[in-house]
């Protein structure tokens, strides 16, 4: 299983960014795909799952600003950021739970700052 995450950089509050996860080694279609982040000193947090079906959950703090979504042929998954503010800075990693085992792809820092 890889998962490699790209597409994080500098935003200004307000600002919008599109990060892609890119899978492979798993039947991608059949598992749900879900966007973590840590911010330094607090613990990693869910922020977007999008289930195999497509439906979706969000952490109360993104509701509204963030999406996400998936692409089962390019084997992809997107959040697309919103209206970011300051405490959206963190180090954003795609998630795949699988037999009892969760993998991460390497993070991509986002930083959200005037």
């Known amino acids: 299983v890889q998962l490699q995450a790209s597409g994080g950089g500098l935003a200004q509050p307000g600002g919008s960014l599109r990060l892609s996860c890119a899978a492979s080694?798993?039947?991608?279609?059949?598992?749900?795909m879900g966007w973590y982040r840590q911010a330094p000193g607090n613990q990693r947090e869910l922020v977007a799952l999008?289930?195999?079906?497509?439906?979706?959950n969000y952490a109360d703090s993104v509701k509204g600003r963030f999406t996400i979504s998936r692409d089962n042929i390019r084997r992809r998954v997107y959040l697309q950021m919103n209206n970011v503010k300051p405490e959206d800075t963190a180090i954003y990693s795609c998630?795949?739970?699988?037999?009892?085992?969760?993998?991460w792809g390497k993070g991509t820092q986002v930083t959200v700052s005037s």
């Open positions: 998630n795949v739970f699988i037999n009892s085992r969760n993998y």
């Open positions: 080694g798993f039947i991608f279609s059949l598992n749900d």
């Open positions: 999008v289930t195999g079906g497509g439906s979706t």
